[in-house]
């Protein structure tokens, strides 16, 4: 499902997106503020990337065109 809202994504989804033109995949390692404006989706703890759920469906985000699977 393409990502509309903020509380859509859950710690253990999938994630396709694209960065500069090319498909990308990742999971969703935590989710901070589920639910709210403020909502951050953290796809590597390690190295700190992550997009604000609000940025990238009004397409401001690096993360375009975000889709969803969800883990269960």
């Known amino acids: 499902m393409l990502l509309s809202k903020a ?3 859950q710690q253990g989804d999938t994630i396709h ?3 500069k ?3 990308q995949q990742y999971v ?3 989710v901070l503020d589920a639910g709210t404006n ?3 989706i953290i796809i590597d703890v390690k ?3 992550y997009f604000i759920t609000s940025m990238a469906i ?3 985000s690096w993360a375009k065109n975000v889709e ?3 883990a269960n």
């Open 38 to 40: 403020h909502e951050e």
């Open 58 to 60: 009004n397409g401001s």
């Open 47 to 49: 190295s700190n990337k």
């Open 7 to 9: 509380g859509q994504i």
């Open 68 to 70: 969803v699977l969800p």
């Open 21 to 23: 033109g090319k498909k």
């Open 17 to 19: 997106c694209e960065y």
């Open 28 to 30: 969703a390692e935590e």
